[in-house]
């Protein structure tokens, strides 16, 4: 199936580190997202970016995307104790309604 | 306040019975969808819905089954036919694709364990 893969698996990191993310996918997109999901929660939405956009921000959120390559980073910048969670990205493989998610990366930051 | 809600929490069976997960929103979102988590591990389609009245399967139907008769639910049945139904189970809603994507919203999910 078109299920991405997170890279690294976990990371640990201190806080006020940026911390990077990276996913590579299989097949064309119309647009990549990436969630966030807390232990035993659901997953949240944080940011959304297009197959014809390379970059987008949000906050302290940087999403990068390179369809040539399949891939997309997610760097978090000033990291906090609160960012430690679960990250995930998730493609539409083409379809539009159907969404397939990565194995995810595991984010501790240490106070 | 709007959103998904699942229930219950946690839910425990005993192997070779169905049991039925709830999922409700007040989104007024059209398109509905079942995922499954294994530990450490990402999520997994399993039935999704654009619209009340139909479903299509996703990656791992096999074992479950959902109805959609209206808009704001979409249970899941985890049948015994579900080889290894023990998971994280999540649902979620979205705007319907209309050529442009949306974000998922999802419920705080639903455990279940069959022993």
């Known amino acids: 199936s078109q299920q991405g893969e997170e890279d690294p698996q976990a990371l640990s990191i201190q806080e006020g580190e940026n911390a990077t993310m990276n996913c590579s996918y299989k097949?064309?997109?119309?647009?990549l997202q990436w969630y966030r999901q807390n232990s035993g929660r659901g997953l949240v939405h944080l940011i959304l970016?297009?197959?014809?956009?390379r970059e987008k921000h949000s906050g302290r959120l940087r999403v990068t995307l390179d369809t040539s390559k399949k891939s997309s980073s997610l760097l978090i910048t000033a990291s906090r104790a609160a960012d430690t969670a679960s990250y995930f990205c998730?493609?539409?493989?083409?379809?539009?309604?159907?969404?397939?998610f990565g194995t995810g990366t595991s984010l501790t930051v240490i106070p | 306040d709007g959103g998904i809600t699942q229930s219950p929490k946690y839910l425990f069976r005993k192997e070779g019975q169905n049991v039925t997960l709830s999922c409700e929103q007040n989104?007024?979102?059209?398109?509905m969808y079942w995922y499954r988590q294994d530990p450490g591990q990402g999520l997994r389609l399993i039935y999704y819905?654009?619209?009340?009245?139909?479903?299509q399967k996703g990656d791992i139907a096999e074992g479950y089954s959902v109805s959609r008769e209206k808009k704001e639910s979409f249970p899941l049945t985890v049948t015994s036919a579900q080889k290894n139904p023990t998971a994280f189970y999540l649902c979620?809603?979205?705007?319907?694709?209309?050529?442009?994507?949306?974000?998922?919203?999802f419920g705080n999910g639903t455990r279940l364990t069959v022993t």
């Open positions: 097949t064309s997109i119309n647009n």
């Open positions: 970016i297009r197959s014809n956009e």
């Open positions: 998730a493609t539409d493989a083409g379809t539009g309604n159907q969404f397939y």
């Open positions: 989104l007024n979102h059209d398109a």
């Open positions: 819905s654009q619209i009340v009245n139909d479903f």
């Open positions: 979620a809603s979205s705007l319907r694709w209309t050529g442009v994507s949306s974000p998922l919203h």
